[in-house]
C-alpha cells in the first residue's frame, strides 16, 4: 500500500511534495469539466476516461457538486418553488 500511495503523490502532484497542488486542482478540474466523447470513441471508452479523471479529483480531494443557491435557481425556472432535498 505504501508503494501505491508514493506513485499516487508522483503522478498527482508531480512528486513535489505538493509544491503546485493548487495548479494540479484547478488541472485535474478543468479536465473533467471539459471532458468530451470523441466522434468515433465508444461509450465504454468514454467512461473509462471520466472515471479516470474522477478518480484525480478525488485524490486530489476536489468537492465535486452544485452549489445549493445554483440548483435552487435552476429548479425555479423550472418552476420547483419549493424543492426538497432530493431535487437539490
Same mark, same amino acid.
Given at each position: 500500500? &505504501?508503494?501505491? #500511495?508514493?506513485?499516487? #503523490?508522483?503522478? @498527482?502532484? /508531480? /512528486? &513535489? $511534495?505538493?509544491?503546485? +497542488?493548487? @495548479?494540479? #486542482?484547478?488541472? +485535474?478540474?478543468?479536465?473533467?469539466? *471539459?471532458? =468530451?466523447?470523441?466522434?468515433?470513441?465508444?461509450?465504454? !471508452?468514454? =467512461? !473509462?476516461? @471520466?472515471?479516470?479523471? @474522477?478518480?484525480?479529483?478525488?485524490?486530489?480531494?476536489? =468537492?465535486? /457538486?452544485?452549489?445549493? !443557491? $445554483?440548483?435552487?435557481?435552476?429548479? #425555479?425556472?423550472? /418552476?420547483?418553488? *419549493?424543492?426538497?432535498?432530493?431535487?437539490?
Amino acid at each position: 500500500m &505504501s508503494v501505491l #500511495k508514493e506513485i499516487k #503523490k508522483i503522478v @498527482y502532484t /508531480g /512528486g &513535489s $511534495n505538493n509544491q503546485h +497542488a493548487k @495548479y494540479n #486542482k484547478a488541472r +485535474a478540474l478543468m479536465n473533467l469539466m *471539459d471532458i =468530451r466523447q470523441d466522434k468515433h470513441q465508444n461509450i465504454q !471508452d468514454f =467512461r !473509462d476516461q @471520466y472515471l479516470a479523471i @474522477y478518480k484525480v479529483c478525488k485524490e486530489l480531494v476536489l =468537492r465535486i /457538486g452544485q452549489c445549493n !443557491d $445554483n440548483a435552487k435557481a435552476i429548479l #425555479k425556472q423550472e /418552476g420547483v418553488e *419549493d424543492p426538497t432535498k432530493e431535487q437539490i
